[in-house]
């Protein structure tokens, strides 16, 4: 099983700030099965980014993915209120899916 | 714009099994993608539990194959979970999910909690 670890665990940041997620595998994920996703309290996740960097449908540019091999990043270049949330990656390449633990981007 | 809409029980009791359905509107279970079950226990993070293919071939998450099965209805356009023996550690937000290029739609998501 590949194990995901995100970091931070939580994240405070003010408004128009730029937002930095890490996600580390525990062995290598192809970039082709690597998302992320967004979740507000009471909400279903949303699908960010999938493949590593391609943004889903309906998705900002100021939401961007990277990363390769064990290394992957979700960046929000600036943050926007409606941005505070609980972000999610996982990896769908290889069975069982797995995701990792989240991050929480709270206002500072 | 696919939609999907989980029903089921929202209470079973320990050692008895859970079983929900969800139903796929705005678009067909027999097209190419698998469909997925998710959970999450209120206030953790995510779980994959398994999926299946339009064609009804499935995967499971193996902290959970010994207990989990997932159907699929095509002339209901839905597909099914259940899981059996539950404990109270099996309460939890469900979700059934459309993997197409990652989860791309999600139901809303229904709360099961095991108790007596």
């Known amino acids: 099983e590949i194990v995901l670890t995100q970091s931070p665990g939580t994240l405070s940041l003010s408004p128009g700030e730029r937002a930095t997620l890490s996600c580390r595998a525990s062995?290598?994920?192809?970039?082709?099965?690597l998302a992320w996703y967004q979740q507000k309290p009471g909400q279903a996740p949303r699908l960010l980014i999938y493949?590593?960097?391609s943004r889903a449908t309906g998705i900002p540019d100021r939401f961007s993915g990277s990363g390769s091999g064990t290394d992957f990043t979700l960046t929000i270049s600036r943050l926007e209120p409606e941005d505070f949330a609980v972000y999610y990656c996982?990896?769908?390449?290889?069975?069982?899916?797995?995701f990792g633990q989240g991050t929480k981007v709270e206002i500072k | 714009q696919v939609h999907l809409q989980e029903s089921g029980p929202g209470l079973v009791k320990p050692s008895g099994t859970l079983s929900l359905t969800c139903a796929v509107s705005?678009?067909?279970?027999?097209?190419?993608?698998?469909w997925s079950w998710v959970r999450q226990p209120p206030g953790k993070g995510l779980e994959w539990i398994g999926d299946?293919?339009?064609?009804?071939?499935?995967n499971y998450n193996p902290s959970l194959k010994s207990r989990v099965t997932i159907s699929v209805d095509k002339s209901k356009n839905q597909f099914s979970l259940k899981l059996n023996s539950v404990t109270a550690a099996d309460t939890a937000i469900y979700y059934c999910?459309?993997?197409?290029?990652?989860?791309?739609?999600w139901g809303q998501g229904t709360l099961v909690t095991v108790s007596s």
């Open positions: 299946i293919s339009h064609s009804g071939t499935t």
């Open positions: 062995q290598s994920v192809s970039s082709t099965y």
């Open positions: 493949g590593a960097s």
């Open positions: 999910v459309r993997n197409y290029a990652g989860f791309d739609y």
């Open positions: 996982q990896q769908y390449g290889s069975s069982p899916q797995t």
């Open positions: 705005g678009g067909s279970i027999s097209s190419s993608n698998w």
